[in-house]
């Protein structure tokens, strides 16, 4: 089985930080790419952020500048460092990953963490 698991969500006044990290464990061959979405209350879940492999991020428009994804592939952990925070980036953050097993690739979520930005 393979899980995934956050930390480092909470609550944050408007302007602040956090660090996201999502660790993946399990019987693993390789991570490909890794990516956070979050879900704000009543709105679908959007994608904020991916990294591939190799390091190449994109991001969306409303976090460019201000959010940047990174990845220790030694560790299969992908971090999400928030700076800047605004009262519209709360939601509960999730992180995802396609990861080999068998030398099949699977789609992995992780439980979600809380991210609160007061304002």
């Known amino acids: 089985q393979v899980q995934l698991v956050e930390s480092g969500g909470g609550l944050v006044q408007a302007g602040g930080s956090l660090r996201l990290s999502c660790a993946a464990s399990?019987?693993?061959?390789?991570?490909?790419?890794m990516r956070w979405y979050r879900q704000a209350p009543g709105k679908q879940r959007e994608l904020v952020a991916a990294?591939?492999?190799?390091?190449?991020?994109n991001y969306a428009d409303s976090v460019k500048g201000r959010f940047a994804i990174s990845r220790d592939n030694a560790k299969n952990t992908v971090y999400l460092q928030m700076n800047s925070l605004k009262p519209e980036d709360t939601g509960v953050y999730f992180c995802n990953a396609d990861i080999i097993r068998s030398m099949f690739e699977h789609n992995y979520w992780g439980q979600g963490t809380q991210v609160t930005v007061s304002s």
């Open positions: 990294i591939t492999t190799f390091g190449s991020t």
């Open positions: 399990g019987t693993i061959s390789s991570v490909n790419a």
